[in-house]
């Protein structure tokens, strides 16, 4: 069993920067591939970044690249996602969660594990 707890949200302004933490536990939490996911009130969850298991492999929604940069430390079983030049539109609670697969995947449905989120506010 994995379970995953988010920290780092928070208010920003435009512009700002975040660090969102996920730690894992759980002795197999590191050899999974990991994501970043976020759901704004309204609207269904999005993938925003992922990650494979040794951290050599990383995708990102079309909406975050080159502001997001997604990073795990499996040593200390922990997975980030630094937010830079924020917008107000990426305003949502932030979830991380662990696949029992092999590849980064993309939609909510496979994977297996969630944390409870954080809250990220970006205000303009």
């Known amino acids: 069993q994995v379970q995953l707890v988010e920290s780092g949200g928070g208010l920003a302004q435009a512009g700002g920067s975040l660090r969102l933490s996920c730690a894992a536990s759980?002795?197999?939490?590191?050899?999974?591939?990991m994501a970043w996911f976020r759901q704004a009130p309204g609207k269904e969850r999005e993938f925003v970044a992922g990650?494979?298991?040794?951290?050599?492999?990383?995708a990102y929604a079309d909406s975050v690249k080159g502001r997001f940069t997604i990073s795990r430390d499996n040593a200390k079983n922990t997975m980030y996602l630094q937010m830079n030049s924020l917008k107000p539109e990426d305003t949502a609670v932030y979830y991380c969660?662990?696949?029992?697969?092999?590849?980064?995947?993309?939609?909510?449905?496979?994977?297996?594990?969630w944390g409870q989120g954080t809250q990220v506010t970006v205000s303009s």
């Open positions: 969660a662990a696949d029992r697969g092999i590849v980064v995947a993309t939609i909510p449905q496979r994977y297996d594990y």
């Open positions: 759980g002795r197999t939490a590191s050899s999974y591939p």
């Open positions: 990650i494979s298991w040794s951290g050599s492999s990383t």
